[in-house]
């Protein structure tokens, strides 16, 4: 497999990885509050004050972000810069639950760290391929 079709299949594993959470909390604000992941309620342990408008909002950066994803992977364009802006997000995102994992049972700390370490890892793959293609 060459290296570019690793840095498109990374993306594209992201954009599907991310899909379910961007369209729950843009459409269904309150279930993605309570709910999430799968009836866990990772995002309301925190025990903050629920905000529609915020939540929305995040689901729809998610989402057009998403769809930035879909373009460069399928056009084979930009690839290197959308890996990187996944990286910042997954770093950052993975970053802040790491520090607030009171309130969770050890198998919800454990499943939100590993779910959230995906999209860096896979953004790190993808920068691989990226570089390790051009210099080839």
């Known amino acids: 497999m060459k290296r570019s079709e690793i840095t498109r299949w990374s993306l594209l594993a992201i954009a599907v990885l991310?899909?379910?959470?961007?369209l729950q909390a843009a459409f269904a604000p309150r279930s993605f509050f309570d709910d999430f992941p799968l009836g866990r309620g990772w995002i309301s342990a925190g025990h903050a004050a629920y905000d529609e408008h915020l939540v929305r909002d995040v689901g729809v950066l998610f989402l057009a972000l998403i769809v930035a994803t879909v373009w460069c992977a399928v056009r084979r364009e930009a690839m290197m810069a959308m890996a990187v802006?996944?990286?910042?997000?997954?770093?950052?995102?993975?970053?802040?639950?790491?520090?607030?994992?009171?309130?969770?049972?050890?198998?919800?700390?454990?499943?939100?760290?590993?779910?959230?370490?995906?999209?860096?890892?896979?953004?790190?793959?993808?920068?691989?391929?990226?570089?390790?293609?051009r210099g080839t």
């Open 18 to 22: 991310m899909a379910p959470v961007g």
């Open 85 to 133: 802006a996944w990286l910042l997000q997954g770093v950052l995102h993975l970053g802040y639950h790491v520090g607030h994992l009171d309130g969770l049972e050890a198998v919800d700390k454990t499943a939100l760290v590993v779910s959230l370490a995906l999209v860096p890892v896979l953004a790190l793959i993808a920068i691989w391929g990226s570089i390790a293609e």
